[in-house]
């Protein structure tokens, strides 16, 4: 089917986003992201990346900038775009107003959902992960991996609890964060599996199962490092746990 769209050329709109999603066609609007940016209209994926085999999850930030009365002043205004999709369909999306930088969104303007693709993206992952969704865990922007963010090292706050699951040695809310859609609370997992088998506790059948599947994910995750922040390859950051010792993994006071 050929569609035949109408943008303005000089300078894009939040409209005109509007229509390239209203095609629901994936790499058109990744190629509209691409390649129309400009000064004052700003837009990059926060993430798209694998939920399961099949399936994305996409978070695009908007910014338009618009010139105040004042010279070389701008109010900005934050738009933020949440998306299911498969291969060659958007099947869910949801835009609307954000707080400044990837807040959530505060004031839906348009949503959609085609409702039969999605109950066959959320009976595919039931099978997959022998659990339903967790929605809550969609289009989440506020997890970060690592061990030590911010100039003075303190550790993100999934790390924290990460250190009280283990102490705890609560496998039970680390398989919740293993069958999760989002990508940063599986990383977390994995560690803490690794971190209780140290301390003794068998993996069961279904746990070696679960590790086996969300280990060969193709994703990324978002983390940091002191002052640095960056999206990490999945397979990279599984291999860097792969290779740590018990003392690296153990909270200092665990037993």
């Known amino acids: 089917m050929l569609l035949l769209l109408s943008f303005n ?5 939040i409209e005109d986003v509007k229509k390239v999603l209203a095609t629901k066609n994936p790499k058109y609007l990744e190629n509209f992201v691409e390649n129309k940016n400009s000064e004052n209209f700003r837009m990059r994926w926060y993430n798209l990346r694998e939920i399961i085999s099949g399936y994305e999850e996409g978070i695009l930030i908007i910014e338009e900038h618009i010139p105040r009365e004042v010279p070389n002043t701008w109010r900005i205004i934050t738009h933020r ?3 299911l999709t498969t291969s060659n369909e958007i099947f869910y999306c949801e835009i609307g107003k954000a707080l400044y930088g990837e807040g959530k969104i505060i004031e839906t303007s348009e949503k959609y959902k085609n409702d039969s693709l999605n109950t066959i993206f959320e009976n595919t992952y039931k099978q997959a992960y022998h659990d339903t969704l967790n929605h809550n865990d969609l289009f989440i922007t506020n997890i970060i991996y690592g061990d030590r963010c911010s100039r ?3 550790k993100p706050l999934y790390r924290q609890k990460l250190d009280s699951l283990i102490l705890q040695k609560n496998a039970s809310e680390l398989h919740q964060w293993l069958i999760s859609p989002n990508a940063e609370k599986q990383m977390y997992a994995i560690k803490g599996y690794k971190a209780l ?4 506790y068998v993996l069961t059948n279904e746990d070696k199962r679960l590790l086996k599947l969300v280990r060969q994910k193709q994703t990324s995750i978002y983390t940091c490092d002191l002052c640095m922040y960056s999206d990490q390859s999945f397979q990279e950051a599984v291999a860097e746990i792969d290779k740590l010792s ?3 993994l153990l909270p200092h006071n665990s037993k």
């Open 197 to 200: 088998t140290y301390m003794g």
């Open 246 to 248: 018990k003392a690296d």
């Open 81 to 83: 775009v949440n998306l």
């Open 9 to 13: 050329t000089n300078a894009q709109t």
């Open 152 to 154: 003075v090292g303190i």
